[in-house]
Structure formats: structure tokens, C-alpha cells
């Protein structure tokens, strides 16, 4: 099997894991929010550290909490915090739709921020993408009557953390592990307060669900598994491919998360969801025609 067979198959895999995750968290619905990303931190820090220890890199991760890397990991960590939560929570009060739309516009605030903070040329095709993308977000609001909120949340949140990860000096899993590092006091913070002081989820359910009941106990470390597997395989993937095929193949997650939200959780789609979202799908095409194109022509020019 060749490399790039081998990191089609990688991305593939995480895309899988990533879109059909909410039928994971689904059944910890009970949990209350915090209790589960405390637990979704701390054992995805024991496998990241097991991975960079067995690989002889846990030496690198000190080496990033210090001066401008250390508030480089600082911001990242606590964007990817809000997007894990927020997506947690989306499951929970039942609004995958509108998670699946939070990374379906993912690559076009990425665009956006791109220009913003880096100065990159935004192509008539970008623009053509970005304004689409703006209209189906405006279509919602004006439909629903409410600002699509947590699909730009997490769209928001998650294009930051790309931001940010651009310009970190280390590679994905060892900035990850530095990340969840830093979030581990806090997360066990919470986890004592709620086992030893009674404290309650922010959707009003007690807390204290590990060690209460074994299935729950091990789906709770599982969420380490369901968080660092697909991140361990993106990285082995982008490695290996091309970064157009990457940002191809995971539009799979979010239309995945679509399809569970639908066929198996039942949440409803309106007639405005059924106008917004193929603008966005018609967004994302134009983008990735363009991304394609212009992945070729830079491709022919190196071995010109």
C-alpha cells in the first residue's frame, strides 16, 4: 500500500470518527457538559502523552510553554475548549444540524481570517464562496428568526484555532499535548468540585456521573480515544497528502454529522435549512474547484 493510499485511508477514517461522533455523545446526553469535557481533556492528555512517550517527544512539549509559544498554546487551547464544549453541547440540547453547518463554513471564515491576519490574496473564486457563505447565514437568520449562533461558534472557534496552529513552532501532536496540558488543572478542578463538593452541570444535572456506572465510566474515557484517534490520523494524513485532498475528504465529517442529525437523531429540517444549505454546499464547490486548480498549477510549476 502506498503513502498516499495509506493517508486517503487516514483521513477517511478521522473524517468517519469525527462525523458520526455525535451519535457517541449522544448516549453520555446525561452528563452534564462539563463533567464530560473535563474527562474528554484529561484522557486525551494520557494518550497523547503515552503516544509522544512511546515515540521519546514528550521532551518537546515543555519546550512550547514558554514566552510567545506559551500564549500561542494558551489561545489555542482555550478556542479548542469552547469547540469541543460547544459541540458537546449541541448534541445535548439536540442542534447537530447546526453544528454540521458550523464546519461546513469552517474553510470559508478560514478565508476570511487568512486575509485578515495574513494578508492572502482572496482569488474571485474565494470571494464568490465567502459571499455565498455570508448569504446562508443570513438566510437563517432571517428565516429562523435567530442568529445561527453556535454554527458560528463552532465555525468561528475551530477557523481560530487553524489560525493559530499556522504559526506554532511544533508539529499538530505535540502543540495538541501541550494544549490539553495546560487545560488538565482546570478540568480536574471541575471534576473534584463535582465529586467531592456536589457541584452541578450548567444544564442543572448532577454531576459526579464517573465511576457511578461502568458503561458510563468507560464511554467517558473513550472520549479520549474518540479525540485523539482522528487528530493522530488527520496529522499522519496531512503528511502524506496534498492539502487540497485534505480539506476535500473533510467536508465527509460535517455531511456526516448532517446525515446523523437527521436520519438518526430526527432534529428537523426547515424549508430555510433547505435554502441555506445548498448555497453553502455551492460555496464549498466553487472553493474547492479553485483549491484544486490552484494546487495543479503550483504542482506543474515545481516540476517545470
Not at 456526516?256 to 429540517?269: D, M, N, R, S, Y
Request: aromatic share 10%; hydrophobic share 55%; with cysteine.
Amino acid at each position: 500500500m502506498s503513502d498516499t493510499t495509506k493517508g486517503i485511508a487516514a483521513i477517511i477514517a478521522a473524517c468517519v470518527v469525527w462525523g458520526t461522533s455525535p451519535l457517541f455523545y449522544k448516549m453520555l446526553e446525561h452528563v452534564p457538559p462539563l463533567e464530560l469535557l473535563s474527562h474528554r481533556t484529561l484522557w486525551s492528555l494520557a494518550l497523547f502523552g503515552l503516544l509522544l512517550g512511546v515515540q521519546g517527544r514528550l521532551g518537546e512539549v515543555p519546550k512550547l510553554l514558554h514566552g510567545r509559544s506559551l500564549l500561542l498554546i494558551a489561545v489555542s487551547a482555550f478556542v479548542i475548549s469552547v469547540n469541543w464544549g460547544g459541540f458537546i453541547l449541541s448534541v445535548q440540547i439536540g442542534m447537530v444540524v447546526q453544528s454540521s453547518l458550523g464546519y461546513f463554513i469552517f474553510p470559508l471564515v478560514m478565508v476570511a481570517l487568512g486575509r485578515l491576519l495574513f494578508g492572502e490574496t482572496i482569488t474571485r473564486a474565494k470571494a464568490m464562496a465567502l459571499g455565498l457563505g455570508v448569504l446562508a447565514v443570513l438566510t437563517l437568520t432571517f428565516g429562523l428568526g435567530v442568529t445561527p449562533w453556535l454554527s458560528l461558534l463552532l465555525g468561528g472557534t475551530f477557523a481560530v484555532y487553524g489560525a493559530v496552529k499556522k504559526v506554532v513552532a511544533s508539529g499538530p501532536i505535540v502543540s495538541v499535548t501541550a494544549e490539553v496540558l495546560l487545560l488538565a488543572p482546570l478540568a480536574i478542578i471541575w471534576l473534584l468540585g463535582t465529586h467531592l463538593a456536589g457541584w452541578e452541570g450548567i444544564v442543572g444535572r448532577n454531576g459526579a456521573v464517573f465511576g457511578q456506572h461502568l458503561w458510563d465510566s468507560v464511554l467517558l474515557v473513550t472520549s479520549g480515544l474518540i479525540t485523539a484517534g482522528p487528530l493522530v490520523m488527520f496529522s499522519y494524513a496531512s503528511r502524506r497528502l496534498a492539502l487540497s485532498t485534505v480539506g476535500l475528504v473533510q467536508y465527509l465529517n460535517p455531511s456526516l454529522q448532517f446525515t446523523c442529525a437527521v436520519v438518526v437523531l430526527g432534529e428537523v429540517i426547515t424549508p430555510w435549512h433547505m435554502i441555506a444549505f445548498p448555497m453553502i454546499w455551492l460555496a464549498l464547490a466553487i472553493y474547492s474547484a479553485d483549491a484544486i486548480r490552484r494546487d495543479r498549477a503550483s504542482r506543474k510549476a515545481a516540476t517545470a
